[in-house]
């Protein structure tokens, strides 16, 4: 089993800047995608960014969806396995509860395949 536990969410106004922390524990395994998904009210989840985490020795390849890239950042500190994502530039749209995912395997955009999700953080971006 692998608990994820999100942190950083808040209110901030348009323009401004949040970051999000998602730390894992329990297993550990050789090949774990981590990524964060979001859910706006009315809204189905939508995919945010994600990251590979292959050993410890390869770089993260990442993805990000088209509405954040260039904004977010998505990044992970192997000693603590712990996941970021730095919000840039936010806008009122951004506003959604957050998700931290993972699963074991490579890297996906898409959230059936990952096993494991952290309870959220809500995001609120002010006009």
């Known amino acids: 089993q692998v608990q994820l536990v999100e942190s950083g969410g808040g209110l901030v106004q348009a323009g401004g800047s949040l970051r999000l922390s998602c730390a894992a524990s329990g297993r550990t395994f050789s090949s774990f995608a981590m990524g964060w998904f979001r859910q706006a009210p009315g809204k189905e989840r939508e995919f945010v960014a994600a990251i590979r985490w292959k050993n410890t020795w390869s770089a993260g390849i990442t993805y990000y969806a088209d509405s954040v890239k260039g904004r977010f950042t998505i990044s992970r500190d192997n000693a603590k396995i712990t996941v970021y994502l730095q919000m840039n530039s936010l806008k009122p749209d951004d506003t959604a509860v957050y998700y931290c995912?993972?699963?074991?395997?490579?890297?996906?955009?898409?959230?059936?395949?990952?096993?494991?999700w952290g309870q959220g953080t809500q995001v609120t971006v002010s006009s």
């Open positions: 995912a993972g699963r074991v395997g490579d890297i996906t955009t898409t959230g059936l395949h990952y096993d494991y």
